[in-house]
């Protein structure tokens, strides 16, 4: 039997039903928001001044922050639960070693007093660490962070000996007394130092600004296909950051913080004073290519190297393709 073809009418009606269910499902994806995870490390933080202020509303784009501890918000971000993550520069290389590539568009900050190697009672010094046991997670940055304590005086990792703790637990393991040292980043390394009568610190990243970096890294095949919505993420970024570098705002940036944390204001500004959050103008400086911590991709051979020195992975990483500045540069131009 031969099949008789739709009427003219009726295949308008479908082609015109087809186009409008066609633009619809493009605007419902277009309107998921971007899935961003962030924690209570100081330089993210202030991404909460933006949400509870409304700001991402104001830029046209949705967003849905998830609050998730660090090591497993790297998790979800590799099983491909989010669209963006805050890493630091080394442990996206991990991250990317491992499977999940990921493409730093924002440099939040850099650790400027927050991630400490902390000597127990009695002892005073870096040097006065030889032959004593330091707590730290092996192959995360507080590890390197001992090591390059360790080089600025003329030591090597063989003067100590490394016990392998996570960093939420060094507190306790100072307290214990089973190690004479610890490295941590905040809020466990200010907790070790409230915890430990006498303990002090003998080198934080005070000493090695851009030993650490703190970034927004999300999805390339996101970054692809949203582009423009990331770019007002970015944008708003500096919005934050203009309000925050504003003093009459401080009591008000650190009321939002703290209460994100848990903490009272006069407990949070310590945590904020050792984050060097970046302004656009000084972001772009970092941005720049060059070697030497004082760029993000100097920064990130030698964290690279270091991540090849312990086995963390087996191959060099190409650290270009993890950083696409072009809408850090973009905004400062004014496009």
């Known amino acids: 039997m031969k099949k008789k073809p739709f009427p003219a009418k009726l295949s308008g009606r479908l082609a015109m039903a087809l186009a409008a269910s066609l633009a619809l499902t493009t605007m419902l994806a277009k309107a998921e928001p971007l899935k961003i995870a962030y924690n209570d490390w100081p330089g993210w933080v202030p991404w909460e001044i933006a949400i509870k202020k409304g700001w991402f ?13 660090y090591v497993k918000s790297m998790e979800t971000y590799a099983a491909g639960g989010l669209d963006g993550c805050h890493m630091t520069n080394g442990d996206a290389l991990v991250t990317g070693a491992t499977g999940k590539p990921a493409v730093a568009i924002l440099i939040n900050d850099y650790s400027n007093g927050n991630d400490m190697f902390i000597a127990a009672p009695g002892i005073d010094s870096v040097k006065d660490m030889k032959g004593k046991k330091v707590g730290v997670e092996e192959g995360f940055v507080s590890h390197l962070l001992v090591l390059t304590a360790l080089e600025a005086n003329g030591m090597t990792e063989d003067d100590v000996e490394i016990v392998n703790t996570p960093n939420g637990e060094t507190p306790q393991v100072l307290k214990s ?32 600004p851009g030993i650490i970096y703190d970034i927004l890294y999300v999805d390339p095949e996101s970054l692809e296909k949203r582009r423009d919505d990331w770019k007002k993420v970015v944008e708003v970024w500096y919005k934050v950051v203009d309000f925050l570098k504003n003093e009459d705002n401080l009591d008000e940036a650190l009321e939002i913080m703290a209460a994100r944390v848990n903490l009272t204001a006069d ?16 972001a772009l400086e970092k941005w720049k290519k060059g070697d030497g911590l004082g760029s993000v991709y100097g920064s990130s051979k030698i964290v690279d190297d270091f991540n090849l020195k ?26």
């Open 177 to 208: 007394g089973a190690v004479s040292g610890i490295a941590a980043w905040q809020p466990s390394s200010g907790q070790a130092l409230k915890l430990v009568d006498g303990s002090k610190t003998i080198f934080t990243s005070h000493d090695a």
């Open 310 to 335: 312990y086995g963390v992975y087996e191959k060099p990483e190409a650290i270009d393709k993890y950083f696409d500045p072009s809408i850090t540069e973009e905004i400062a131009a004014g496009k």
């Open 57 to 69: 509303k104001e830029a046209g784009v949705e967003v849905d922050f998830q609050w998730i501890d």
């Open 267 to 282: 407990e949070y500004e310590p945590l904020l004073k050792g984050t060097y959050i970046l302004t656009l103008d000084e």
